[in-house]
């Protein structure tokens, strides 16, 4: 990672620097004075509580910034592994006597190995894996969208392995098209974590599966799409849907969308009111990942086409608390078309 492309300017406005932390794929943006003098900095979980306050993406990171943030000096390298760990800093700049940014140790980089704030948790993990996956037709006319090969792994093994990091988790892969392929491809392959297929013998929706599996799952649980990828500290996410009582957290992500011309505003009577030039808006977008609590099982109608996005409506509807946990653009990775799953590969590999 080049210094000067973290270094940004306590007036940069903050939806530029939601940009910048997702073309540089960093988390972290370090704020200096003229003189290059560190003044604080900007993070993913930052720009997450700002998200949740539904905050104004046009203001300066002025407003966002942590301003006593955690640095090092020049002279104290050897300490950095020790307060990184203490301090629970995945990114850690490096001052010299001047307070002038010279460096930014990074976790993975300098010690390659996963950085975990909490400790391993164990929670069952439900991955659906019975749909057709007809955007990636034909495809998907030869192989089931969960054995698709990202590399020198399938996409579901790598959803296994992401969440294997954080505990020994009990897995649940929900099957129904092609699920005889499915099960055959791990019957003959070795793993060391616990695998239950969950067979639907009609199709359910992304959420109608879930009924299946009422008495089996007794904790909080996770609910992933077999067709993407989160990079985020499932740890944290359990964490934080917890702390918050939430029935349902999803896991959303910021994306932002220009429109590519002039907006036309009428007024009542038909005529222009005013031209806005290529206006941009930013949305949180359901990334296909969920955190439920296990009575949500009991909403699910039984042997019914459901989506789980009805479920949300439900407990909105019911007063209930559905929360949402927003990661970065460049922590999602969808392969449920052709131009996603190139885009994953490339990533990835």
């Not at 089931?144 to 296994?160: A, N, Q, R, S």
């Not at 009422?214 to 990828?229: H, M, R, Y």
Request: aromatic letters at 10%; proline letters at 4%.
């Amino acid at each position: 990672m080049i210094l000067s492309e973290i270094i940004i300017e306590s007036n940069l406005e903050i939806k530029l620097a939601v940009k910048k932390l997702n073309d540089i794929g960093s988390r972290i943006l370090i704020v200096v004075d003229e003189e290059q003098k560190i003044l604080g900095v900007v993070t993913d979980g930052d720009i997450r509580r700002w998200i949740l306050k539904n905050g104004d993406f046009s203001k300066e990171v002025l407003e966002i910034m942590n301003t006593t943030p955690v640095v090092l000096n020049i002279e104290e390298l050897h300490l950095a592994k020790k307060i990184m760990k203490e301090r629970l800093v995945q990114a850690l700049p490096i001052v010299n006597s001047e307070n002038k940014v010279i460096d930014v140790i990074f976790w993975h980089d300098k010690f390659n190995t996963i950085f975990k704030e909490e400790d391993d948790f164990y929670s069952p993990i439900v991955i659906m894996a019975g749909g057709k996956g007809t955007r990636l037709l034909p495809l998907t006319n030869v192989i089931p969208k969960p054995l698709i090969p990202i590399g020198e792994d399938t996409i579901v093994e790598l959803i296994i392995r992401k969440f294997c990091i954080f505990g020994p988790n009990k897995f649940y892969l929900t099957v129904n098209y092609k699920k005889e392929m499915i099960k055959a491809y791990f019957k003959e392959k070795k793993h060391d974590y616990m695998l239950k297929f969950i067979e639907e013998s009609i199709p359910l929706g992304t959420g109608g599966s879930l009924s299946l599996l009422k008495g089996k799952i007794k904790e909080t649980f996770f609910v992933s799409n077999c067709d993407i990828l989160i990079d985020a500290d499932y740890s944290k996410i359990l964490k934080y849907h917890k702390e918050n009582n939430n029935k349902i957290t999803m896991v959303t992500s910021l994306r932002n969308y220009v429109v590519p011309y002039g907006v036309i505003n009428l007024s009542e009577d038909g005529t222009i009111n005013n031209i806005i030039e290529k206006p941009e808006y930013n949305y949180l977008v359901n990334t296909g990942m969920y955190i439920l609590e296990p009575e949500c099982l009991e909403e699910i109608p039984e042997d019914t086409f459901f989506h789980i996005t009805e479920l949300v409506d439900i407990y909105i509807n019911n007063g209930e608390k559905v929360g949402t946990y927003p990661v970065s653009k460049e922590a999602w990775l969808d392969m449920g078309e052709f131009k996603e799953m190139e885009i994953m590969q490339n990533k990835l590999l």
